[in-house]
């Protein structure tokens, strides 16, 4: 159970709330903080979840349950029905910069000298990742369980804007950078919208379920990944058909020292797998209830507060930047701030393209700190993030990522977040752009003075540990791949 907060943590709450003044505004609403000249920050927002009472624990693993590895091949009776459409639309000069913004935040200029992820290899479990210059020499083929390919074919653009944003070379045209950038990349083509095969009832449905799932994360544990990228999730009533598979497959490749990242879900229609349009009881997110043994993470717009689509729960871990991003074009050149998917065009929201950014800060610290174990990796980007006044939420998790500091905190082994936070030590962000990488007052600001006062305010406060949990029958399907 979630620990009581203390005094000193509602002392806390009411200091910053009080310090910072924070707009009211409908939940269902895009939400606005207070402007970056105010030097505040508000991340409590985001829809609420479901009570925690109302959320069961997942079972234990059943190690009988982990699937086999074999060379992928598509499911039977699958048929591609959507013609691939990776059409792209560049970026003009003019909005490059805002659409840079993740990085600013993330620090990327500054992270070169203290890491590249060179040496670590990043499964991308996905619609496929195609080749593109700024992954040259560095994408692998890890197989395909949609078409019985190499994995080298992305007819949605999902999946390699996915390993864009993990591992992408630096453009040097626009400054646009994956955030490990000599980090190798294995492409695991698992689902794609395009393609559907035999469902209940007669009734077709997109490629890829969680008993695929459960497979690709062994193969990709089996091709040697040092870190898993899974940017799709379903949501399903707990114990769903294939979630004991995927249990015990997250759990061996723990075993096996290997991170794996998956995003938070978006809110969604409630059908084919998709998250509902609000939290309710009786349904769970995979792969993140399995919490023990996912880092789970939602998204944040320029503003700083928790995205109005990034689906909240006990699961939620960390937060990183998931609006209004660029990355690389599917049809094997240039950039993109658009995807294409089912005939319909998006601009790359969603917490499918928050979870690759800390994939890849995942892989700078497997580089830069080799002895620690996987799960030290996530205590360390879990222990560093910007937390709270509260602690843990089920918005952002411990708060948005803060990549120098995991980087470059001491020592090498940090404590997860959990129990009383030493004094000075709550993962604020006190990053100084240089002046060359200054952005617009907003999102170069973005983590400013409310959370240096939170710093101080927080010292003895309760830290709320990691959470498991569940939240509405919906099917074992994956749909809903971190879009809006």
């Known amino acids: 159970m979630r620990p009581t907060a203390a005094a000193a943590l509602a002392l806390a709450t009411a200091a910053l709330l009080a310090a910072v003044p924070v707009t009211a505004v409908p939940l269902s609403s895009p939400m606005t903080g207070p402007s970056a000249a105010a030097g505040g920050v508000d991340i409590r927002a985001g829809k609420p979840a479901a009570p925690a009472a109302d959320m069961p624990l997942p079972p234990p ?10 060379p992928p091949r598509a499911l039977p009776g699958g048929r591609q029905d959507v013609q691939c459409s990776r059409g792209t639309h560049t970026p003009d000069a003019a909005s490059v910069a805002g659409l840079l ?12 000298s203290l890491s590249s992820g060179r040496g670590v290899r990043i499964a991308v479990i996905d619609t496929g990742v195609s080749p593109h210059p700024l992954l040259a020499g560095r994408l692998l ?4 369980y949609v078409a019985g390919g190499n994995g080298l074919a992305d007819c949605d653009g999902h999946g390699t804007a996915v390993a864009g944003i993990a591992a992408a070379a630096a453009d040097r045209g626009t400054g646009f950078s994956g955030v490990a950038p000599a980090a190798q990349v294995i492409s695991i083509r698992q689902s794609s919208p395009s393609f559907t095969v035999p469902g209940r009832g007669g009734v077709r449905q997109a490629s890829g379920n969680l008993s695929t799932l459960a497979t690709a994360v062994v193969h990709a544990v089996d091709l040697g990944a040092d870190v898993i990228n899974i940017s799709e999730v379903a949501c399903a009533e707990p114990n769903a058909p294939g979630s004991a598979e995927l249990h015990a497959a997250v759990r061996a490749a723990l075993l096996r020292n290997v991170v794996v990242v998956a995003a938070a879900g978006n809110f969604g229609s409630g059908t084919s797998g998709e ?9 769970v997110v995979y792969p993140a209830w399995f919490d023990n043994e996912v880092l789970t993470v939602a998204a944040v717009g320029p503003n700083g507060l928790a995205s109005p689509f990034s689906y909240p729960g006990p699961w939620v871990d960390v937060a990183a930047p998931g609006e209004r991003l660029m990355s690389l074009a599917a049809d094997g050149s240039g950039l993109t701030d658009q995807l294409s998917q089912v005939l319909r065009t998006s601009s790359i929201d969603g917490t499918s393209f928050a979870a690759p950014m800390v994939a890849g800060l995942a892989a700078l610290i497997r580089a830069r700190f080799p002895q620690l174990t996987a799960r030290q990796v996530v205590d360390r980007i879990t222990a560093t993030a910007a937390q709270r006044a509260s ?4 918005s952002v998790g411990y708060g948005m990522v803060d990549a120098l500091a995991a980087l470059t905190r001491t020592p090498a082994v940090l404590p997860p977040p959990s129990g009383v936070l030493a004094t000075g030590d709550t993962g604020t962000l006190r990053l100084t752009p240089a002046p060359s990488d200054q952005a617009p007052a907003g999102p170069g600001a973005l983590w400013g003075g409310a959370l240096g006062l939170l710093a ?3 010292a003895a406060a309760l830290a709320v540990g990691r959470l498991r949990a569940g939240a509405t029958p919906a099917g074992d399907q994956l749909s809903d791949r971190g879009q809006r």
């Open 456 to 458: 101080t305010l927080t």
């Open 275 to 283: 998250c509902p349009g609000q939290p309710e009881p009786g349904t």
């Open 61 to 70: 693993v059943d190690a009988e349950a982990l699937p086999a590895d074999g």
């Open 141 to 144: 083929a890890g197989g395909d």
């Open 391 to 394: 602690g843990r939420g089920d």
């Open 101 to 112: 913004w993740g990085q600013r935040v993330l620090a990327l200029p500054q992270l070169g």
